[in-house]
């Protein structure tokens, strides 16, 4: 028996940046997404004796597996097997299975590849054990964020937070829907100068996290005014009110980074530069559109569909950079059992 199932990343508006429990992966303030329709990730679980994982490039090269990435399942396994049993449904997974990755996102870039990835591996497990218990959405964001964070967004499409429960457990933090993907046609023109591999990950990076003197200062704002705000500009479709807070969180984001100990430059020079050159035109041309930068020297320009063309143009024009273009998606599922 096995159980296939497919997921997207998604785009940070409001950026997760630190943990209060950083096994748990829960976070130190709530965040809010734009679930993306491409690339995508498709994820094969089957029952198996031990643990193999086996992944593949969208060109069909194999990559290989570092002890470190198979010690990532390998938690990511026993966590959701503990969950489950938190849940009542104890042995309904097994103590080892198979995993066939097959992912057209380059890793380590900022896009979000791990909340792909662990999304869809959540969605598979849900899958495989859909005989034993029926899982809701919003248990499945957790096994997701067992894995990574921000994959528990990914579950769902439209626009999604991550939100903390009051609770110091594995359901400290569940995502929720805000709207659908429906509700506002957003595009997500995304501008990558460089596939070299980050020097230090994500869950490096939350672990110091709160070594930076900004860190409190950063959680505090989220709490007190930028999620609501977030929340508002997305149900009233306000691009200006979005743009605003979306940018200041994402250059909060990284001045905390950058303010850690040891500090954590994930931007560069072309960064800057496009970011740059993108408020020129905005500016020029009154366009709505706006900048964001998740953990990755990656530019993320969220547009609406008028301004969706020449925002592409603009993309396809910065040299040496490859270019993704998205839009707002449905979000994890199931294809096969």
């Not at 995508?40 to 969208?58: F, H, N, P």
């Not at 104890?90 to 097959?102: C, G, H, M, W």
């Not at 505090?220 to 930028?226: C, D, K, L, T």
């Not at 020297?297 to 490859?322: K, N, S, W, Y």
Request: some cysteine; hydrophobic content about 40%.
């Amino acid at each position: 028996m096995s159980a296939t199932a497919i997921s997207t990343p998604n785009i940070a508006l409001i950026k997760y940046w630190g943990n209060r429990s950083n096994e748990l992966r829960l976070p130190a303030a709530d965040s809010l997404s734009m679930t993306l329709n491409t690339p995508t990730v498709e994820i094969t679980v089957d029952y198996a004796e031990d643990l193999i994982i086996r992944s593949y490039e969208s060109d069909g090269a194999e990559r290989e597996m570092t002890e470190k990435h198979m010690a990532r399942f390998a938690k990511h396994l026993e966590l959701t097997r503990q969950y489950l049993t938190q849940i009542g449904a104890e042995d309904a997974i097994p103590a080892s299975v198979q995993l066939t990755i097959r992912s057209g996102i380059p890793p380590g870039v900022g896009l979000a590849s791990s909340a792909a990835v662990f999304s869809a591996v959540a969605k598979a497990y849900v899958g495989l054990i859909a005989s034993s218990i029926i899982l809701t959405d919003e248990q499945t964001s957790v096994i997701a964020r067992l894995g990574s964070g921000s994959a528990a967004r990914s579950i769902f499409g439209g626009f999604v937070t991550l939100e903390n429960t009051g609770r110091n457990g594995m359901d400290g933090a569940v995502a929720k829907q805000v709207a659908s993907e429906d509700h506002w046609l957003l595009h997500d023109i995304v501008i990558i100068p460089s596939y070299d591999e980050k020097k230090v990950g994500s869950t490096e990076g939350h672990a110091i996290a709160q070594t930076s003197p900004h860190f409190m200062e950063r959680i505090e704002a989220i709490g007190s005014y930028r999620q609501k705000d977030c929340i508002d500009a997305i149900l009233a479709k306000d691009f200006e009110k979005l743009q605003k807070v979306a940018e200041e969180d994402s250059l909060n984001m990284h001045h905390v980074m950058e303010t850690s100990s040891p500090p954590l430059q994930y931007l560069t020079q072309d960064t800057h530069r496009i970011v740059d050159a993108v408020t020129r035109l905005r500016e020029e041309g009154h366009l709505p559109v706006l900048y964001t930068m998740d953990a990755g020297p990656t530019v993320h320009l969220l547009c609406t569909d008028e301004a969706r063309m020449q925002i592409v143009d603009f993309a396809h024009a910065q040299e040496g950079c490859t270019i993704f273009e998205a839009s707002v998606g449905s979000g994890s599922k199931i294809i096969q059992k």
